[in-house]
């Protein structure tokens, strides 16, 4: 099974901020990476998906980059509507698996 | 615009069974795989089963594999999850997932249901 690690896995920011979460597969996925983005009691939200690619209607503050192995899910300036839990997830084999998530929460 | 809407979920004794429904509307369902994803009360996303458009193929998570059947309705728009020999450890948010294609394979979740809870106690 492929891990997917992220760090950290929570972060303190401040509205305007930019926030840079990663992701690490333990082997290599080419561009098989989505991100999702979940608020307390609500379903989870794609975000992005193929590693870059915005998912449609989406905010441009979000972009995604890597390949392989490493990834990163960059906010380039946080906004109140982004505090949530951010997870990663492969789809380049079975079983999917995702990261374990990473809080950002208000400094 | 895509609706999932699941249902089904409850408290259930240890080693009954369950059905879960997902409703789809807004889309051409039979061109997509459809997913299963569970969560945790506090806890991670986990996949669970996927199944192609067609139903033809069908995955598992090792951790539900011979207790768990994804199946889909083409005719009724509606996907579902027989869960039997229900643990503790099965407790949780199950959500279902439109992939983006008809294929299992190197697809992503693009929209999700709300989810419905299950409880097994």
Do not use: H
Request: proline residues 3%.
């Amino acid at each position: 099974d492929i891990q997917m690690t992220q760090s950290p896995s929570s972060l303190s920011a401040s509205v305007g901020d930019r926030v840079t979460i990663t992701c690490r597969a333990s082997q290599g996925i080419i561009n098989y990476l989505a991100w999702f983005q979940q608020k307390p009691g609500k379903a989870p939200k794609s975000l992005i998906y193929a590693a870059s690619t915005l998912q449609s209607g989406i905010k441009s503050r979000f972009s995604g980059s890597g390949s392989g192995t490493d990834f990163t899910l960059t906010i380039s300036s946080l906004q109140p509507e982004d505090f949530a839990t951010y997870y990663c997830q492969q789809y380049s084999s079975y079983p999917i698996t995702f990261g374990q998530g990473t809080r950002v929460e208000i400094k | 615009q895509v609706q999932l809407v699941e249902s089904g979920g409850g408290v259930v004794q240890p080693g009954r069974s369950l059905r879960l429904s997902c409703a789809a509307s807004g889309l051409m369902f039979s061109r997509y795989a459809m997913f299963w994803v569970r969560q945790a009360p506090g806890k991670g996303l986990e996949w669970v089963a996927v199944i192609t458009g067609d139903g033809s193929i069908e995955y598992y998570a090792d951790s539900v594999k011979g207790r768990f059947t994804i199946s889909r309705d083409n005719s009724k728009n509606t996907l579902y999850l027989q869960m039997n020999s229900l643990r503790a450890d099965d407790t949780g948010v199950y959500y279902c997932a439109r992939a983006s294609s008809s294929s299992a394979y190197y697809s992503t979740l693009d929209y999700w249901g709300q989810g419905t809870l299950v409880t097994v106690s």
